[in-house]
């Protein structure tokens, strides 16, 4: 079971990324999927998740209308669109996914039970 999480680097404010987060040795299709994210000298934070059957997704209010998160099946692959990027969003940012058929998906870390290694993300102009 392994996550990668990828497609951090340093953009400008009010640039776009978007990060991805692919699975191997599993599938996506039965589990909840979060993104995280964690500044320095902060705790880690829920950003964005989406539940198995893609009906439920949530974001963190801090990121409401920037970013988007979605799921690609077929490449068993998540991804956070993240728009709008502001220097307090600098980051490191984490996947992590749990087998999860519920209709809702949940913001906070002990929800999870893979997680990913993290993409560094630097809004800085």
């Known amino acids: 079971v392994q996550l990668q999480a990828s497609g951090g680097g340093l953009v400008q404010p009010g640039g776009s990324l978007r990060l991805s987060c692919a699975a191997s040795g599993f599938t996506l299709d039965y589990n909840a999927i979060g993104w995280f994210r964690q500044a320095p000298g902060k705790e880690r934070e829920g950003v964005s998740c989406i539940s198995s059957s893609d009906v439920g997704i949530l974001y963190a209010d801090s990121v409401k209308g920037r970013f988007t998160i979605s799921r690609d099946k077929s490449k068993n692959t998540v991804y956070l669109q993240m728009n709008s990027l502001k220097p307090e969003d600098t980051a490191v940012y984490y996947c992590?996914?749990?087998?999860?058929?519920?209709?809702?998906?949940?913001?906070?870390?002990?929800?999870?039970?893979?997680w990913g290694q993290g993409t560094l993300v630097t809004v800085s102009s």
């Open positions: 992590a996914t749990v087998l999860d058929l519920r209709q809702s998906c949940f913001l906070g870390t002990s929800n999870y039970e893979y």
